[in-house]
T-cell receptor
Framework: AQKITQTQPGMFVQEKEAVTLDCTYDTSDPSYGLFWYKQPSSGEMIFLIYQGSYDQQNATEGRYSLNFQKARKSANLVISASQLGDSAMYFCAMREGSDFNKFYFGSGTKLNVKP | EAGVAQSPRYKIIEKRQSVAFWCNPISGHATLYWYQQILGQGPKLLIQFQNNGVVDDSQLPKDRFSAERLKGVDSTLKIQPAKLEDSAVYLC????????????FGPGTRLTVT
């Protein structure tokens, strides 16, 4: 089974609107961490947001928020007020393991922000 | 502070040749990671170091790939001999001691095997 599933290969959003990028994960570990990264066309991976499995509240970082639904094993990224510079690949990732030594990335979602 | 440095940025080799990539992590970061990102896919973790010891290398094809992190700072990843399917971007990342969650990535090395 896939550890991280991102079912949206590509998404379009109008500038200034909000967009949700989907991510589901698979783990039997009670302790794990979930991440979102942005990868612009330049190729560098940029950390956006993190959610720990025991965190009670959804993580937020500026215009990014993570909609964490533990029972459904989903960790969707919400970007509010989209900007043209948000156009990029977005990867969901998970860390698990007794020493947090296992990392898995999804296949990514290509977001295009339209002016 | 300086970011994660990688070199070379681009490399083209023929199959069966060998190649090496270099990574210098952010100063003070104890954990270093090497990822392989094939075009159109997410990164796959190849190996993780904690200081100069290997934490996990379960996805490293050890018959042809090797990595070392001498003195717990710089790291090199080597492929010998290369195959066509090794064409990918090789990303290096570093982080503070576990369980620090934020990994800082370098710009990557794009390898093309012909």
């Amino acid at each position: 089974a896939q550890k991280i599933t991102q079912t949206q290969p590509g998404m379009f959003v109008q500038e200034k609107e909000a967009v949700t990028l989907d991510c589901t994960y698979d783990t039997s570990d009670p302790s794990y961490g979930l991440f979102w990264y942005k990868q612009p066309s330049s190729g560098e991976m940029i950390f956006l947001i993190y959610q720990g499995s025991y965190d009670q509240q959804n993580a937020t970082e500026g215009r990014y928020s993570l909609n964490f639904q533990k029972a459904r094993k989903s960790a969707n990224l919400v970007i509010s007020a989209s900007q043209l510079g948000d156009s990029a690949m977005y990867f969901c990732a998970m860390r698990e393991g007794s020493d947090f030594n296992k990392f898995y990335f999804g296949s990514g979602t290509k977001l295009n922000v339209k002016p | 502070e300086a970011g994660v440095a990688q070199s070379p940025r681009y490399k083209i080799i023929e199959k069966r040749q060998s190649v090496a990539f270099w990574c210098n992590p952010i100063s003070g970061h104890a954990t270093l990671y090497w990822y392989q990102q094939i075009l159109g896919q997410g990164p796959k973790l190849l190996i993780q170091f904690q200081n100069n010891g290997v934490v996990d290398d379960s996805q490293l094809p050890k018959d042809r790939f090797s990595a070392e992190r001498l003195k717990g700072v710089d790291s090199t990843l080597k492929i010998q001999p290369a195959k066509l399917e090794d064409s990918a971007v090789y990303l290096c990342a570093s982080s503070l001691r576990p369980p620090s969650y934020e990994q800082y990535f370098g710009p990557g090395t794009r390898l093309t095997v012909t």
